[in-house]
């Protein structure tokens, strides 16, 4: 009997060991909360407090916060005007990813301060900071001054409103303050849509009328024309309004969400109409799209334009002017090695969402044709990186081309070569997947998934439907849309492999990122942004972990936000016109004095 | 009663001990063959291992069969790039964006005009030689056992002694 129980008592312990060595089976796929995801959480609740105590305490009576922070003063990033004016800035349009980080905060850890303090910037601004004609004070050339709380223009006196890719989180906004963001969307369209030629300029005047039937207007004819060989006819007719597709993503993405908010169709429609030129301008035959639908029309005498270092586009399409070498083609909408970021991501990423949230299905199908137009005449693999190879979108290659004076799109001498493929690309390529419902219809751009997935040293997704991956599990990548791409996929599979690599990156981003109590970019960048995508992409990570539906936290659509304008340059004597990213982002640690 | 209560229990241990090895099989991480000699070792694996073998091998082709290292070389005569056709069992098959100065089997021909008559912005004023080789994209396709992997190439072609350049397009 003894014997016996000793056997039973061996028994037992085998069963409570066997049973804890296959927790996927045995606790019916339910995910064990680890130190490792307490400590990334940890890292972004650190950075997140981080900056709210340093963002308030610069102007406690404010509950605006400054776009940026130095990780070693806690002070805000400052704008420097060449009249040596040092202004702390605010400017919302590029505080969009940490909104939605404070609510993905609130809703892991269950504390609504975070969601409040979102609301409580997102209202006083909403409150304060909208012009009477509906425009809000932000984007490229406007941020709030936080030690006057006045409005400051970047570009001269009088800035105008520029969104490019900025996609505010506008379902926080319409809680916030409805009134308020519905006027804002519809002076957007008034501000840079002009309703009977389709120009659409990335600038709008803060003295526009603001009109509130702006959605009623009389519909028109689409501007793009086929020649007799069924090509694009890229009107040059714009009168110094261009319709750069990153504009047109940021007002058709607020016409989708004005429609789903009021249930009023126009919007809409009007969104549809604006998407559609891009879609007709496309190349038919290698179904790579396009930056622009039209070119200017030439406005400034041959005199005045006999100047290639004179790029104004009143001389006319710029890529016709520096690259006049390879005839017709050369024209700004046809580009594709400069801005295709604005194209095949952030307008890809937006086009998926209206696809998905608002019933637009052959968006899906106009995506799949860009990426794989894209990726079969274009990307390319260079000693075990991803490349692009710069072309027109005909397919005709400017690889190697050196241009021969100066111009818009760089200096005399400047030669073309491969342009970086960033892990960016990950995600449309994947969602367009995703929402691709016919196995047959996503084989080619499985394939390249693999492949760029691949590349970036993340192992093999394998054959089509990843249910079977054999992933790197070590990778070193530290990257946010990696992570995102990965948690995406383990939703969509349930392989745990997804979850596992997912928690690697993670695990990477705090190790290579976290720094000072502040996510940087690296180690010994100086400033912290609060739009950087990270914390977003850990807390997407976070919920997926504790079992909350992804269609519960906020979505990742962009990390476009700057500010653009006049400013000292950094000999401190002569002025220059720069962006934020090259101005003060760049800017590392040894360059603090 | 002992000796049937001792069945049950040691019944019972075979059975956890068929499940446990079941279980440890069907989750531990695939042990990919490496590409130099999946040729024999892909028939002993799974469907799904085969698959993954397979792609590796393909990568390996793309890595070591020698087909890249024409990369930032001009080429300035007409030569066979000698490119590979097989690797470890893998078909390669090359595709030329321009036949005409690269085969399909990798045979170049000099061009004998320029690649692109450069001028000025005023349309008028040359810039003689800036512009005078050719980029050629080659596609490549690798296949094995029925799988595909997709690559590219890119050659720089120098125009053949005594070329011309007078069909500016601009």
Known sequence: MKRLIILGEFLIVLLVGFYSSMPVQASANAIVYTDADYHRLHAVIEHVENVLHYGHAYNESTALLPDAINTLTGEPAKWTF????????????????????????????????????AKASLSEFLDNYQNPNGLMYWGGHRAVNLDTLEVQSTE?????????????????????????TVRFIRQLWTAHFRWGTADLNRHGSYSTAYDANVFGQPSIEDVILMDDDGLPIIPADAPGDLPFVNAATDLAYAAYTLSDHT??????????????????????????????????????????????????????????????????????????????????????????????????????????????????????????????????NDGTLTYGYIVPEVGYYGPS???????????????????????????????????????????????????????????NLFTAIDDPFALMAMVELYNATGNRQYLDIARTIGNNIVREKFHRGFFVENEIMLYSRLDQPETLALLILDGVIRGIDSADMPYYLADSGYIHGYLLANDGATEDRSYTHTYIYSKTIYDWE | MKKSLLTVLLSGLIFMGIVACDYSSSTTGTNLPSGTNSTTSVTTLSPVEEEKAIYQLLVDAENLSGMSKWNNIKITSNIDLELPMTYQGVTITYSSRNPEIISDLGIVTQPNECWIESRKQDGVTPVPNLNDDWPVVVDVLMTYQGQERTAKLMFVVAPAEGFTCDKYKG
């Open chain 1, 413 to 471: 001498n400047m030669r073309l070569g491969y342009v970086d493929m960033p892990t960016t690309y990950l995600l449309p390529i994947l969602r367009t997947i995703l929402q691709t419902e016919s196995d047959e219809d996503n084989r080619k751009l499985w394939t390249y998934f693999r492949e760029i997935v691949h590349t970036f040293g993340m192992g093999d997704v394998g054959p089509l439907g990843g249910e079977n991956p054999a992933l």
């Open chain 1, 82 to 117: 060449p009249n040596r004016a040092e202004v702390p800035y605010s400017d919302l349009a590029n505080q969009q990813n940490f909104f939605r980080t404070l609510v993905a905060l609130s809703l892991v850890t269950g504390d609504e301060k975070y969601n409040n303090e």
């Open chain 1, 156 to 180: 001269s006196e009088n800035g105008p409103h520029e969104l490019k890719n900025m996609m505010p989180y506008y379902d926080l906004m319409f809680e916030v303050n409805e009134v308020a």
């Open chain 1, 263 to 392: 249930g009023d169709p126009a919007p809409k429609e009007w969104a549809n109409y604006l998407m559609r030129q891009y879609h007709l301008a496309s190349n038919p035959d290698t179904g790579m799209t396009v930056y622009q639908y039209k070119s200017t029309l030439v406005s400034k005498s041959a005199l005045e334009c006999s100047d290639p270092s004179y790029t104004n586009s009143g001389c006319g399409d710029r890529v016709a002017r520096q690259f006049r070498d390879f005839g017709p083609i050369a024209r700004e909408a046809n580009v594709e090695w400069k801005n295709t970021q604005a194209i095949y991501v952030d307008n890809t990423l937006m086009l998926l969402e209206a696809a998905d949230k608002y019933d637009i299905d052959y968006y899906v199908d106009w995506v799949r044709g860009y990426l794989e137009g894209y990726l079969d005449y274009a990307y390319i693999r260079i000693n075990g990186e991803n490349k692009i190879i710069p072309m027109f």
